[in-house]
């Protein structure tokens, strides 16, 4: 008994340290080595190309561009969405502004119409990624860009979304999310600054292997179809990554999004969303490693089955320590850390109010939404309707 519990606590806990904080320390090292052997005349990544220099004032050679924005209840945000749209740096003829509403009960298409929507889809309530997909199938755009409504643009963002699609290689690009209003307890902001520093690097070696639904943008022709509990964020790049595409990051294409101010609502959010996790990993096939390129695999699996399978390897080292308790020091200063995480989250509104304290609340509540999500899955199904986030508009 206690060899097993040793075998599963030097599995699981360096699995977990490797997954928050070793994997991008391993991910410097891997671009480190490759600028090095570029530098040096060796194989050199795919080249991120741009859009031909002057092409601002030639707005023929640009391409035919649809901004698709799902919408739901979005009366309060969804003009000056549209409006934001239209002062983008891209030729008025070649960008078509597509608002896709899921069965809003409130006035969302009539004020998407009166800013200036080039259409304005009104369809029965079915989900977002159904909204995006009867969208998509009314687009005239050789290239799709999403937004969410309630996302704001810089002037620029457009064009250095779409310039790595100059490469015939690159089916999907994601840019940069800054939320705003970050005086509440979320630390999510602070988590997508990691997280963006991540997809740098990934983006730099085999491509992303997650986006945001702020701001990204797929090939017309590498789009696919995607059930009702799908996501584009999760599902583009792994599966593109199996037809031979890349999918990067793209830094300087930015959008600003208000934040979910507490953590509990940014909580209640992740739940949602890893509802339909599941139907991802395992009805979509990102578990399954055949086409996968294997840098890429290495990405998926370090960085999404890994965080994913976080909870459920706590739940393990913290049963095998307690088998290891009688083994020596070391296993009781393992499971005081373990318990001292476990208190501070729980207790976090008796306790001083500094950044230890709401870093452990937000890590635990974060690994309770994976495991939340799966029971939600499991009672109710996968769902696909959507909600918005309170205090993000």
């Not at 004020?111 to 009314?138: F, H, I, T």
């Not at 620029?156 to 705003?180: H, K, S, T």
């Not at 990051?249 to 949602?272: L, N, S």
Request: negative net charge; contains cysteine.
């Amino acid at each position: 008994m206690t060899t097993l519990a040793s075998i599963v606590f030097w599995v699981c806990a360096p699995a977990i340290l490797f997954a928050q904080v070793g994997y991008p320390f391993v991910l410097r090292v891997l671009v480190t080595g490759r600028r090095g052997r570029e530098t040096m005349g060796g194989p050199r990544a795919p080249r991120r190309l741009g859009l031909p220099s002057g092409t601002a004032a030639r707005g023929e050679e640009r391409p035919m561009v649809s901004l698709i924005v799902p919408a739901y209840d979005e009366e309060e945000v969804i003009a000056a969405k549209v409006e934001n749209a239209l002062r983008l740096d891209w030729p008025r003829e070649r960008l078509q502004i597509i608002v896709a509403d899921d069965g809003s009960t409130d006035a969302t298409p009539e004020r998407a119409r009166e800013a200036g929507a080039d259409l304005v889809l009104e369809l029965p309530p079915a989900g977002k990624v159904a909204a995006l997909n009867e969208a998509v199938s009314d687009a005239d755009g050789e290239i799709l860009a999403f937004s969410d409504a309630n996302s704001e643009w810089a002037p620029n963002a457009l064009e250095e979304l779409l310039a790595p699609f100059a490469d015939e290689r690159v089916g999907y690009v994601c840019g940069q999310v800054r939320f705003l209003d970050p005086e509440g307890d979320n630390l999510e902001g602070a988590y997508w600054r990691y997280e963006m520093a991540i997809r740098a690097m990934e983006s730099e070696l085999a491509g992303i292997t997650a986006g945001n639904g702020a701001i990204y943008a797929v090939r017309r022709s590498a789009y696919e179809e995607l059930p009702p509990s799908g996501s584009h964020d999760l599902s583009f790049p792994f599966r593109l990554a199996k037809r031979g595409l890349r999918s990067l990051y793209a830094p300087r294409a930015r959008a600003e999004e208000k934040m979910v101010p507490t953590i509990e609502g940014e909580f209640a959010r992740k739940r949602r969303m890893m509802v339909g996790l599941w139907d991802i990993v395992v009805g979509e096939g990102m578990l399954v490693p055949r086409g996968y390129p294997p840098l890429f695999a290495f990405e998926l699996f370090s960085h999404r089955l890994l965080r994913y399978a976080t909870p459920f390897l706590h739940v393990l080292v913290l049963l095998a320590n307690l088998v290891l308790l009688g083994s020596g020091w070391f296993y009781y200063l393992t499971l005081i850390a373990q318990l001292a995480l476990l208190g501070a989250a729980a207790l976090s509104n008796r306790l001083p109010d500094d950044a230890v304290v709401r870093i452990c609340r937000y890590y635990v509540l974060t690994q309770a939404s994976i495991v939340l999500g799966l029971w939600d899955r499991w009672r109710h199904g996968s769902g696909g309707r959507w909600e918005k986030a309170a205090g993000t508009r």
